[in-house]
């Protein structure tokens, strides 16, 4: 009877809150489709992407930067983050173009200090820079090395922005082609939409805060007065740290978008692993005692309906077969936003079950010192 209980019901009653409140986030209706209205007056801005070992893509991402139709002043930062392959010298390439005149820049990335991750790092040096002889801008375009652009995405980002909004970000499509992404990236932002609810987030009322680092522009004054970069400059999960600290300054908007493609493929399910172990125990503080509740809570949130589904009986099984229906349907608006079969929705219980291995396989990373690898960096817990 409390088995009934505790692996039908619970899940039941957790899907339902999550079906019907919970800011509706699995609907999707943050998108930047909807037209906002442009500025009389078009602020500066300034691109600072952060980049290391990225020869692969840094020429479509940078080409994408500089093809925006922004119409005011913009100027772009790439900071080369140590890199140990040809990143900086593919971008120089496109430096010393005729046709991209003074908006591309290209600096050598200093050593990171103690205290420092690398990527924010990489982010204090471009804002630095860019703040230098007096030309300080108005907006700082945070912008990952695989991300790129459509043309009028700055042009929207700005005119979202208006003149209040500290923050505007925007989750960018992520790569979707190969059979371990059909499996476990539409997953990804629908856990992550779950954890920061995007109504929650642009709600001035609402004490959530994330961003999405592949696309985050920043108002310069606001970021100023929330400490710069250097106030976030250990936090692995960096997005959300300054959603944060930028939430405390005015309101923040995140949405999903098709302007924003990620050029980074995740062929196999190691690459998406290894994206989700980075940063996983970092979301959880590192705690053991919070890790053990979140494993706990993915198991009665997605196995247990299934176990319940397929091997009980009476009420309970109903229970179980409800709940799994009802997570299916959720799924459904992601999986039509990368295109995908809505018999997938019927596997989210099993890539639930691989989403906590992950977790579990990072805090098991971080206690043997190889937390938040990223690029050939260990850099979890570096806190200063």
């Given at each position: 009877?409390i088995?009934?209980?505790l692996f039908?019901?619970?899940?039941l009653?957790?899907?339902l809150?999550?079906?019907?409140f919970?800011r509706?986030?699995w ?7 909807l ?8 602020p ?5 992407v952060?980049a ?12 994408s930067?500089?093809?925006?139709d ?6 772009i930062?790439?900071?080369?983050d140590q ?5 900086g010298?593919?971008?120089r390439?496109?430096q010393?173009s005729?046709?991209?005149g003074?908006?591309l820049t290209?600096?050598?990335?200093a050593?990171?200090?103690p ?11 471009g ?6 002889n007096?030309?300080?801008p ?7 090395a695989d991300?790129?652009?459509a ?6 980002l700005v ?5 209040d909004?500290a923050?505007v ?8 082609k190969?059979?371990?992404?059909h499996?476990l ?17 642009n709600d001035?009322?609402?004490k ?14 606001a ?11 250990y ?10 600290v930028?939430k405390a ?15 980074r493929?995740?062929?196999h399910?190691?690459?998406?692993r ?7 125990f970092?979301?959880l ?5 919070i ?9 009665i ?10 091997f ?12 799994w ?5 959720m799924?459904?608006?992601?999986l039509?936003?990368y295109?995908?079969?809505p ?5 989210l219980?099993?890539?639930g ?21 990223w690029?050939?960096r ?7």
């Amino acid at each position: 009877m409390i088995a009934g209980i505790l692996f039908g019901f619970v899940p039941l009653a957790i899907w339902l809150y999550l079906l019907l409140f919970h800011r509706g986030f699995w609907r999707l209706r943050e998108r930047d489709t909807l037209p906002v209205t442009e500025p009389e007056f078009w602020p500066s801005v300034v691109a600072v992407v952060p980049a290391r070992n990225e020869a692969d893509v840094i020429q479509r991402s940078i080409a994408s930067l500089i093809a925006q139709d922004y119409p005011g002043d913009f100027r772009i930062l790439l900071v080369d983050d140590q890199s140990e392959d040809s990143t900086g010298d593919l971008a120089r390439a496109l430096q010393i173009s005729a046709l991209n005149g003074d908006r591309l820049t290209v600096l050598t990335g200093a050593p990171r200090p103690p205290g420092w991750t690398g990527k924010l790092w990489a982010l204090q040096q471009g804002s630095e820079q860019a703040a230098k002889n007096n030309t300080s801008p108005d907006f700082l375009w945070f912008t990952d090395a695989d991300i790129a652009h459509a043309p009028d995405n700055l042009r929207n980002l700005v005119a979202r922005a208006g003149k209040d909004k500290a923050l505007v970000s925007l989750m960018a499509r992520l790569s979707c082609k190969t059979h371990a992404e059909h499996f476990l990236i539409p997953a990804f932002v629908f856990f992550f939409d779950m954890l920061f609810p995007f109504g929650a987030v642009n709600d001035p009322a609402d004490k959530t805060a994330a961003a999405a680092g592949g696309c985050m522009l920043a108002r310069r004054t606001a970021l100023e007065a929330a400490g710069g970069i250097k106030a976030i400059r250990y936090n692995i999960i960096d997005d959300c740290a300054l959603g944060r600290v930028m939430k405390a300054q005015g309101p923040i908007w995140l949405g999903l978008t098709d302007r924003a493609v990620s050029l980074r493929p995740y062929e196999h399910i190691a690459d998406i692993r290894h994206m989700i172990t980075r940063s996983a125990f970092a979301q959880l503080n590192y705690s053991p005692l919070i890790l053990l509740a979140t494993l706990l809570g993915l198991f009665i949130v997605y196995i247990a309906p299934v176990m319940t589904a397929l091997f009980a009986w009476g009420i309970s099984q109903l229970a179980g077969w409800f709940a799994w229906i009802i997570m299916a349907i959720m799924f459904q608006p992601m999986l039509r936003f990368y295109r995908l079969s809505p018999l997938w929705g019927l596997a989210l219980p099993l890539i639930g079950a691989f989403y906590a291995a992950f977790t579990l396989e990072s805090a098991i990373q971080y206690w043997s010192g190889k937390g938040g690898m990223w690029k050939g960096r260990s850099q979890a817990g570096e806190q200063a």
